[in-house]
Nanobody, 123 residues
């Protein structure tokens, strides 16, 4: 299962970016999903998470009120809308998700990672 993260870029402080995470294979659906971020030399931080049907949404305290995680199951996509960005949000952002095997009608039981997308917020 290949997760594809996109939407990173360079933005000024106070600006917004929208990250997307999709699965390449049509035979799988994104199940539960999380966004993480990592700054070189620091531990990876879980930013937000969402359940398979859009329930159980959680956020790190550092992004509450600024970031919104959502999903469009029809498009098999999980989105992280990031508003009021700060320089300290600069990091590589990764999507992580379980997958639903459409042919078998059950989760695969594994967690998959996308390749990461760089977000840079200038002051």
């Amino acid at each position: 299962v290949q997760l594809q993260a996109s939407g990173g870029g360079l933005v000024q402080a106070g600006g917004s970016l929208r990250l997307s995470c999709t699965v390449a294979e049509r035979t799988f659906s994104i199940y539960d999903a999380d966004w993480f971020r990592q700054v070189p030399g620091k531990e990876r931080e879980r930013v937000a998470g969402i359940g398979p049907s859009g329930e159980r949404i959680t956020y790190a305290d550092s992004v509450k009120g600024r970031f919104t995680i959502s999903r469009d199951n029809a498009k098999n996509t999980v989105i992280l809308q990031m508003n009021s960005l700060k320089p300290e949000d600069t990091a590589i952002y990764y999507c992580s998700a379980g997958a639903w095997d459409r042919a078998l009608g059950r989760p695969t039981g594994y967690t998959y990672w996308g390749q990461g997308t760089l977000v840079t917020v200038s002051s």
